[in-house]
């Protein structure tokens, strides 16, 4: 069992920046070797992948949002980032950080946090 809990969201003008956390609670070896993720979701649309990285290290990011965000994780602080800078009004929606055992798409990971809301004004 692992547990997830996002924080970092907030609202912020387009072209800002924010930073979301994923404190990761379960065991050191679910923390080095699952495959983690962040996706999101805006109302009445449906979830989107945002990106993800592997117990190695390589990451993948949505075409939405490439060069844009970047995703990382710090092993020893049990810890998931996503840095998001040039933030857009379509950005907006609540952000999940997911994880599983196996790479698949961060939409279907099995564990995933509460959420935290992201709203970005133009």
């Known amino acids: 069992q692992v547990q997830l809990v996002e924080s970092g969201g907030g609202s912020v003008q387009a072209g800002g920046s924010l930073r979301l956390s994923c404190a990761i609670y379960g065991t050191t070896i679910q923390t080095y070797y699952m495959h983690f993720g962040w996706f999101r979701q805006a109302p009445g649309l449906e979830r989107e992948g945002v990106a993800s990285i592997s117990p190695v290290g390589s990451t993948s990011y949505a075409d939405s949002v490439k060069g844009r965000f970047f995703i990382s994780k710090d092993n020893a602080n049990s810890t998931l980032y996503l840095q998001m800078n040039s933030l857009k009004p379509e950005d907006t929606g609540m952000y999940y950080c997911?994880?599983?055992?196996?790479?698949?798409?961060?939409?279907?990971?099995?564990?995933r946090g509460q959420g935290t809301q992201v709203t970005i004004s133009s």
């Open positions: 997911a994880a599983d055992s196996s790479p698949r798409p961060p939409v279907d990971m099995r564990y």
